[in-house]
Antibody
Framework: QVQLQESGPGLVKPSETLSLTCAVS?????????WGWIRQPPGKGLEWIAN???????YYNPSLKSRVTMSVDTSNNKFSLKLRSVTAADTAVYYCARRAGSHYYSEFDYWGQGILVTVSS | QSVLTQPPSASGAPGQRVTISCSGS????????VSWYQQLPGTAPKLLISRNIQRPSGVPDRFSGSKSGTSASLAISGLQSEDETYYYC???????????FGGGTKVTVL
């Protein structure tokens, strides 16, 4: 059974960098699929942040692209997200998820439980 | 404002059928498949429908998906109290080169 688990600080100060890691078990990242981050501000809908392929190729939400870096660590079966210059608007539950290996079929089939990140001084 | 448009709410009595629409464009739904997610309060979204019409293992056949042109729909038949929650549609957008979600629909069981 594929499982994903987010980890990272729950509180980040404004203007600093939010760093999250997603540990994957039950499936080897290097076997394929895209791996993504999605966030959900309190009381709002889902917003896609970025996807990374096992090869390291990345796709970013155009509205966040200037502040986001996503990377993959196949040796430790993890992938990571860095979001720079955060503001209160970046406060959200951040989910990591596995995505189908093509853009035509783009469903996220396995999700982590989510981690609440609050941006506040 | 979401790239994919969903009604904010939908409702029906127990046992009835409810349909949720998801409207997009030629760069997303018109070219790529649609997936649907159910999100219960305080939990992660769960894949309900993939590739327009496919139900993952374990999803009741009361849930069905369809797609026509630049729009898609999720139907819930035999509505049950546990179906009262939020539903999101999603697709890939070739123009944005990114994943897009609908704004979400809250289903209420009357």
């Amino acid at each position: 059974q594929v499982q994903l688990q987010e980890s990272g600080p729950g509180l980040v100060k404004p203007s600093e960098t939010l760093s999250l890691t997603c540990a994957v078990s039950g499936y080897s990242i290097s076997s394929g699929y895209y791996w993504g981050w999605i966030r959900q501000p309190p009381g709002k809908g889902l917003e896609w942040i970025a996807n990374v392929y096992h090869s390291g190729s990345t796709y970013y939400n155009p509205s966040l692209k200037s502040r986001v870096t996503m990377s993959v660590d196949t040796s430790n079966n993890k992938f990571s997200l860095k979001l720079r210059s955060v503001t209160a608007a970046d406060t959200a539950v951040y989910y990591c998820a596995r995505r189908a290996g093509s853009h035509y079929y783009s469903e996220f089939d396995y999700w982590g439980q989510g981690i609440l990140v609050t941006v506040s001084s | 404002q979401s790239v994919l448009t969903q009604p904010p709410s939908a409702s029906g009595a127990p046992g009835q059928r409810v349909t949720i629409s998801c409207s997009g464009s030629s760069s997303n739904i018109g070219r790529n498949t649609v997936s649907w997610y159910q999100q219960l309060p305080g939990t992660a979204p769960k894949l309900l429908i993939s590739r327009n019409i496919q139900r993952p293992s374990g999803v009741p056949d009361r849930f069905s998906g369809s797609k026509s042109g630049t729009s898609a729909s999720l139907a819930i038949s035999g509505l049950q109290s546990e179906d009262e929650t939020y539903y999101y549609c999603a697709s890939w957008d070739d123009s944005l080169n990114g994943q897009v979600f609908g704004g979400g629909t809250k289903v209420t069981v009357l």
